[in-house]
Every structure is written in structure tokens, then in C-alpha cells.
């Protein structure tokens, strides 16, 4: 099921790549930008769940995520099979995230741009494109210290996307391109309004921005994201906030941002696959 479904979450975290990296410090009040397109939905997370606000419909759709929560989250999306309850997605994911894969209307490797993972205290606002009517599942693997995973404690939900689809775009600020070599921003790159994040290599790539306190390293972070998802804690030196969970080659979708001032770091998580940093990251100043 997305983030990206192709890899297990242990392999992930062993590897550090659930990262989207942003503000330093968790806020009492947490808020995601606003939606850049009217067909939105607001999902909130007060603890080990997914409070839906109102619905979407097919095509372009916004999803705004605030965790309210005080432990990292992560939303894996997928569309389902018809007749697929939540009862038969509990029970497959009881016995293996590879057991609910059958399950899956678009199979494991489907990309659809969703929601990147995010630390307690924060919001992102992400825009998916080309989304198709159906009941889709929202799951978090992210565990307890002592292994329980978060979806056994409640964290999965089925949205259901129908009606009319929904064909206007955002309007955009710039856009972000993720290829095989890289990660380039836009000339002028401001961290405020919406931007187009498109993978324009030959493989899936991820998108995800940061944040980092100061005197942590983009790759100290990520290193500590990484054991943070593998032992059911909380990273250190920045916040999770806002990114894009995984695409396909030629796909879309955008990000819409509110950046604080200070120093960041961009990369994509799915290309981190060593002890270094992938050649998809880089840094930014937000004055």
C-alpha cells in the first residue's frame, strides 16, 4: 500500500528512507495549509487514527493531514478491491503487510502521490492527481516501542472517493522536478504557495523537505528517522512535515507550503538506499 508498497516498511526504516523533513520543534496547535483546489478533504490525527472532514472526489484531490498526535505517523493509501471491508484488510495485514496485497485494486506499486509521513505537531497539504472513484485504505505502519504497529491499534480507514471527477489544477508557484540524477527547484524558490512535483526520471522517486535544527545534518536527521521508525520513537534535530510519499515516472502532484524562515533540506526517501545521502538532495535557505 503506498509508501511506496514495493518495499516493506522494516526495509524502509532499516535504510532511513520514510523521511520528509521539516520544522524543528512540534507545535501545540498544528496546521496544514490550505487546500489549492475546492475538492478537498481534511484528515485529522488525535491519536492512532484518521479523522475524515467532509470527502473528495475523483481526479484532483487535496488532501489536508493535521497531527494533532504526539508520535509520528505515516498514511499508506491504495485503492481497494471492490467489496473489500475493513474487517479483510485487519485480518491480511494480521498475517503480513504482503497478505493485503491481493486486496489491492492497482496492485503493490501503484504510486498515487499521496501524503508523505509526518511528525507529531505538524500538517501537510499535498494535491494527487488522476485519482480514480473507489474505496481506497489509509494505513499506518509505524510501530510502538514494543512492536505493536499503529494500524492494529486503529490506524486504518477506508475513504471512499466518488462523484463527478474533478479536472481543475492548482495554480502554481514553480515546479520540482525528481529525475535519476537529482532533485532541482524552481528558479526563485520561495517555500510558499503551491508547487508541481514531477518525476521526470526513469524510476519511481519520492519527494520530501525539511527543516533541520541547528547543528543537525540533513544525513544526521535521516539517520535518526530511520531508527525512529524502526523502534517506535520519535526522530531528533528536526520534524517530519510535508513531502510526497512516491511516484511513478511522468506522474504529478504538488505540494502546497507555508515555510517558516530558516535552513532546509530536500531529498527523496525512496532513493536512500545506503549510509549516504542519495545525489536526489541538496539544501535551501528560507530567509
Known amino acids: 500500500m503506498t509508501h511506496r508498497t514495493g518495499r516493506s516498511l522494516a526495509a524502509l526504516a532499516a535504510a532511513g528512507l520514510t523521511i520528509a523533513l521539516t520544522a524543528g520543534t512540534s507545535s501545540a496547535d498544528p496546521i496544514a495549509p490550505a487546500a489549492p483546489v475546492a475538492n478537498s478533504i481534511t484528515i485529522t490525527s488525535t491519536g492512532d487514527n484518521y479523522l475524515l472532514h467532509g470527502g473528495i472526489r475523483p481526479g484532483t484531490a487535496t488532501v ?26 485487519r485480518a491480511a495485514l494480521a498475517q503480513g503487510e504482503e497478505n ?34 473507489g474505496a481506497y485504505v489509509l494505513v499506518c505502519f509505524m510501530m510502538e516501542p514494543d512492536g505493536t504497529p499503529h494500524w492494529a491499534e486503529g490506524m486504518v480507514r477506508i475513504l471512499q472517493v466518488r462523484g463527478a471527477a474533478e479536472t481543475e489544477a492548482p495554480a502554481t508557484a514553480g515546479t520540482i522536478t525528481v529525475d535519476d540524477d537529482g532533485i532541482n527547484l524552481p528558479a526563485g524558490f520561495t517555500g510558499h504557495g503551491t508547487y508541481a512535483v514531477v518525476d521526470t526520471g526513469t524510476a519511481p522517486h519520492s519527494f520530501s523537505l525539511a527543516r533541520l535544527d541547528q547543528g543537525t545534518s540533513l544525513l544526521d536527521f535521516a539517520d535518526s528517522v530511520g531508527m525512529a521508525s524502526g523502534m517506535g520513537t520519535q526522530p531528533s534535530g528536526g520534524a517530519l512535515v510535508s513531502g510526497i510519499d512516491s511516484l511513478n515516472p511522468g506522474q504529478t502532484a504538488y505540494v502546497t507550503l507555508d515555510l517558516a524562515a530558516g535552513h532546509y533540506g530536500y531529498l527523496s526517501p525512496w532513493d536512500m538506499e545506503g549510509p549516504a545521502l542519495p545525489p536526489q538532495s541538496g539544501e535551501v535557505t528560507i530567509p
Open 64 to 89: 489536508r493531514w493535521v497531527n494533532a498526535d504526539d508520535e509520528m505517523h505515516m498514511m499508506a493509501f491504495a485503492r481497494l478491491k471492490p467489496g473489500v471491508t475493513l474487517d479483510k484488510i
Open 100 to 133: 493485503a496485497y491481493p486486496l489491492l485494486a492497482d496492485g503493490p506499486d501503484m504510486a498515487y502521490g499521496g501524503p508523505g509521513m509526518v511528525t507529531a505537531g505538524q500538517g501537510e497539504t499535498v494535491t494527487m492527481t488522476h485519482l480514480r472513484a
